[in-house]
Nanobody
Framework: EVRLVESGGGSVQPGGSLRLSCQAS????????MNWVRQVPGKEPEWVSG????????EYSDLVKGRFTISRDNAKNTLYLQLNGLKTEDTAMYFC??????????????RGQGTQVTVSS
């Protein structure tokens, strides 16, 4: 059974930083691209970032490019998202999401329960 457990969310002021983590289990983590997705109540999920299975290629939404950094540690089955320069519009529930293969971004087969990020002054 695929299991994705996010952590690291919280409340920060604009300009602040957070580091999100996602512990994966139940599948061969190193064989799949991974994504971060965010969602606010009443809206569709918004893709944020993706990373290929080996970590060699990353992509970002234009809304977060230059502020967020995705990474992974395949030895630890863990996905990360470093959030810097946070803005109020980044407030959302953040989910990690398993891609369908080694390199496809913006699509996913499973996602976790999420971790809340709130940015306010």
């Amino acid at each position: 059974e695929v299991r994705l457990v996010e952590s690291g969310g919280g409340s920060v002021q604009p300009g602040g930083s957070l580091r999100l983590s996602c512990q994966a289990s139940g599948f061969l983590f190193s064989a799949y691209a991974m994504n971060w997705v965010r969602q606010v109540p009443g809206k569709e999920p918004e893709w944020v970032s993706g990373i290929t299975n080996g970590g060699g290629t990353t992509e970002y939404s234009d809304l977060v490019k230059g502020r967020f950094t995705i990474s992974r540690d395949n030895a630890k089955n863990t996905l990360y998202l470093q959030l810097n320069g946070l803005k109020t519009e980044d407030t959302a529930m953040y989910f990690c999401a398993k891609g369908p293969d080694i390199s496809t971004f913006r699509f996913w087969t499973h996602r976790g329960q999420g971790t809340q990020v709130t940015v306010s002054s």
